[in-house]
């Protein structure tokens, strides 16, 4: 287990390493959506055979968990959703022409905002679309998240009919008192109706989202949470830090730092965390998720065959990852680009018939290069070099092999059983723009 000592010492703001460059560091200047057009076709022309991702944003909540750092749009009029669908298979549609061809589909995804908003009659009309124009591999994963609150058998329902196996509940903490201050309301008996639902249907993974670090959160009270958590046995775990950005959230400054546990008393509760979890059989898969043994994402880190993408660790690998909705992320594995951040725009855009890109970035080789170090690093914890080890990278990383971290040699990087829980860090070794350009403001959470 880590010490407190390690814990401080590494407690700095660092990426969550979803791409390479991260966002703040994209050239939007050289970024066209022409050029963004042609990255899709060609990448997708040299792997269209393994299939591509897919993330659908759906960013609607009926109320705003305080915590939040999502983008969402808090509303009660259900009337926005078939507008909002008909825009994202509009979106569709244009990507499809793009393509040339109905694509294969590896992986699915529905993120929020709070995708169990939306009615299932519409939830289908939209997969129902997707899937029209496009074939399941034999391999595919489907997912989506859900508010236990407010996910009913019928969503359970119609979106296993259509596919969905797995499914990712949003927990983050049951202490009365957290769920006050982060206005997020849900009692472990409506968590177990959802989760039993879900697998006596057949639902192949459940996930739990936790989150340490919040408001008035304790060690007692977070322990009570984890008990519970462990009776119900979900195959995975993500158990996150909270992120404090109040000048990007304005609805986290509904309670103040002096409300938080930090320092000691936050590491005190990963700690927690982490030793509850493992005590039981779950396993350290790294960057905050733990599995159990017979989990697809367990099973690919033990294989060292895990990949990493704007939805966070996945077992499914493709070279193209296409975004939809406001505010979401596409993956050209040459090339990033990012729809624009508001429902409004969003709806514009593709009224007028445009693929609503609004910002991203080209890789060039080196930055190739880099990003395959990183994913290296977060998904098979070793990476090596051709020649050495940059100058720079070896010296980044003395601190990081002084502490037992990682372990190097003249063309090798390797993590070790200590460093798993610290690989923000040792990411950040290799991010040549980050050492090239040190953000003036605080743009990254803190590792730990």
């Given at each position: 287990?880590?010490?407190?000592a390690?814990?401080?010492?590494?407690n700095v703001?660092?990426?969550?390493y979803?791409?390479?460059?991260?966002?703040?560091?994209?050239?939007?200047?050289?970024?066209?959506?022409?050029k963004?057009?042609?990255?899709?076709?060609?990448i997708?022309?040299?792997?269209?055979?393994?299939?591509?991702?897919?993330?659908?944003?759906?960013?609607?909540?009926?109320?705003?968990?305080?915590?939040?750092?999502?983008?969402?749009?808090?509303?009660?009029?259900h009337?926005v959703?078939?507008?909002?669908?008909?825009?994202v298979?509009?979106?569709?549609k244009?990507?499809?022409?793009?393509?040339?061809?109905q694509?294969?589909?590896?992986?699915?995804?529905?993120?929020?905002?709070t995708p169990t908003?939306?009615?299932?009659?519409?939830?289908?009309t939209?997969?129902?679309?997707?899937?029209?124009?496009?074939?399941?591999?034999?391999?595919?994963?489907?997912?989506?998240?859900?508010?236990?609150?407010?996910?009913?058998?019928i969503?359970l329902?119609?979106?296993y009919?259509l596919?969905?196996?797995?499914l990712s509940?949003?927990?983050?903490?049951?202490?009365?008192?957290?769920?006050?201050?982060?206005?997020?309301?849900?009692?472990?008996?409506?968590?177990l109706?959802?989760?039993?639902?879900?697998?006596?249907?057949?639902?192949?993974?459940?996930?739990?989202?936790?989150?340490?670090?919040?408001?008035?959160?304790?060690?007692s009270?977070?322990?009570?949470?984890?008990?519970?958590?462990i009776?119900m046995?979900?195959?995975r775990?993500?158990?996150?830090?909270?992120a404090?950005?109040?000048?990007?959230?304005?609805?986290q400054?509904?309670?103040t730092?002096?409300d938080?546990?930090?320092?000691?008393?936050?590491?005190a509760l990963?700690?927690?965390?982490k030793?509850?979890?493992?005590?039981?059989?779950y396993?350290?898969?790294?960057?905050?998720?733990?599995g159990l043994n017979?989990?697809s994402?367990?099973?690919?880190?033990?294989?060292?065959?895990?990949?990493?993408?704007?939805?966070?660790y996945?077992?499914?690998?493709?070279?193209?990852?296409?975004g939809?909705?406001?505010?979401s992320i596409?993956?050209?594995?040459?090339?990033?680009?990012?729809?624009?951040?508001?429902?409004?725009?969003?709806?514009?855009?593709?009224?007028?018939?445009?693929?609503?890109?609004?910002?991203g970035?080209l890789?060039?080789?080196?930055d190739?290069?880099i990003?395959?170090?990183?994913?290296?690093?977060?998904?098979?914890e070793?990476?090596?070099?051709i020649?050495?080890?940059?100058?720079?990278?070896?010296?980044?990383?003395?601190p990081?092999?002084?502490d037992g971290?990682?372990?190097?040699?003249d063309k090798?990087?390797r993590?070790?059983?200590?460093?798993?829980?610290?690989?923000?860090?040792i990411c950040?070794?290799?991010?040549?723009?980050l050492?090239?350009?040190?953000?003036?403001t605080?743009?990254?959470?803190?590792a730990?």
């Amino acid at each position: 287990m880590e010490t407190a000592a390690l814990l401080k010492k590494y407690n700095v703001a660092a990426p969550r390493y979803t791409s390479y460059p991260t966002v703040p560091y994209w050239d939007r200047e050289s970024f066209s959506a022409a050029k963004w057009q042609k990255s899709v076709q060609q990448i997708y022309a040299q792997h269209h055979e393994e299939g591509i991702s897919l993330y659908i944003h759906l960013p609607f909540c009926e109320s705003l968990c305080t915590y939040c750092g999502c983008n969402t749009r808090i509303t009660k009029n259900h009337a926005v959703e078939m507008p909002y669908i008909e825009a994202v298979l509009a979106e569709w549609k244009m990507y499809l022409n793009l393509l040339g061809e109905q694509p294969k589909i590896k992986e699915l995804h529905l993120g929020g905002g709070t995708p169990t908003f939306f009615h299932p009659e519409n939830l289908h009309t939209l997969i129902a679309g997707i899937l029209d124009h496009a074939v399941l591999t034999p391999e595919s994963s489907l997912s989506f998240e859900a508010h236990p609150a407010n996910t009913t058998l019928i969503h359970l329902e119609t979106l296993y009919e259509l596919g969905f196996k797995r499914l990712s509940l949003g927990i983050q903490d049951f202490d009365p008192k957290v769920q006050l201050m982060i206005n997020r309301f849900q009692t472990p008996k409506q968590v177990l109706t959802v989760t039993e639902q879900a697998r006596k249907m057949g639902y192949l993974s459940i996930n739990f989202d936790l989150i340490y670090g919040l408001p008035f959160q304790n060690i007692s009270g977070l322990s009570s949470t984890l008990k519970e958590v462990i009776q119900m046995r979900p195959d995975r775990i993500a158990f996150y830090s909270y992120a404090h950005v109040p000048w990007l959230k304005p609805g986290q400054r509904h309670y103040t730092e002096k409300d938080l546990p930090v320092g000691d008393e936050k590491f005190a509760l990963y700690q927690l965390g982490k030793r509850m979890l493992m005590d039981v059989g779950y396993h350290d898969i790294g960057m905050d998720h733990f599995g159990l043994n017979n989990d697809s994402l367990c099973i690919a880190s033990q294989k060292h065959q895990l990949h990493r993408n704007f939805m966070g660790y996945t077992d499914q690998h493709t070279h193209l990852l296409i975004g939809l909705g406001v505010s979401s992320i596409s993956d050209g594995w040459n090339a990033f680009a990012q729809n624009p951040k508001t429902v409004e725009a969003y709806l514009e855009r593709v009224n007028e018939g445009e693929l609503p890109v609004e910002k991203g970035h080209l890789l060039s080789n080196e930055d190739l290069e880099i990003r395959q170090h990183i994913l290296n690093v977060m998904c098979r914890e070793i990476t090596s070099y051709i020649h050495e080890i940059p100058k720079q990278v070896y010296e980044r990383l003395s601190p990081l092999i002084a502490d037992g971290l990682v372990q190097v040699t003249d063309k090798e990087v390797r993590v070790t059983h200590a460093g798993k829980s610290f690989l923000r860090n040792i990411c950040m070794a290799f991010d040549e723009k980050l050492w090239a350009k040190q953000p003036a403001t605080k743009i990254f959470s803190a590792a730990i």
